[in-house]
Nanobody
Framework: QGQLVESGGGLAHFGDSLRLSCKAS????????MAWFRQVPGKEREFVAT????????YYLNSVKGRFTISRDNTKNTLYLQMNSLLPDDTAVYYC????????????????WGQGTQVTVSA
């Protein structure tokens, strides 16, 4: 089973931008639909964005639409999440995840997960 390693999290201020990266260890990266989820203590993991294998189609949580952009570079086995206009409500641990075949918004459908990267946005 492949591994995913996130990076790029950190401390940001209201309105700032951050870019998260997720590096896959497998050369089969291009065969997986990929997604970003986030989680705050005491709450379930929340879907943020997902992208098809080709990178052509993406879907977003309504509250991040227009602010976040998911993308991928299959030549580098890397997934990205560009986060602009950050809000304190975006504070969470962000996880990348992979699944076969189709994109989806359900965390349980994803079988490969990264370890997470903390994003903290101050007001």
């Amino acid at each position: 089973q492949g591994q995913l390693v996130e990076s790029g999290g950190g401390l940001a201020h209201f309105g700032d931008s951050l870019r998260l990266s997720c590096k896959a260890s497998e050369n089969t990266f291009s065969t997986y639909a990929m997604a970003w989820f986030r989680q705050v203590p005491g709450k379930e993991r929340e879907f943020v964005a997902t992208i098809t294998q080709s990178g052509i189609t993406a879907y977003y949580l309504n509250s991040v639409k227009g602010r976040f952009t998911i993308s991928r570079d299959n030549t580098k086995n890397t997934l990205y999440l560009q986060m602009n206009s950050l809000l304190p409500d975006d504070t969470a641990v962000y996880y990348c995840a992979a699944r076969a075949y189709y994109t989806g918004r359900i965390a349980d459908d994803y079988r490969i997960w990264g370890q997470g990267t903390q994003v903290t946005v101050s007001a």
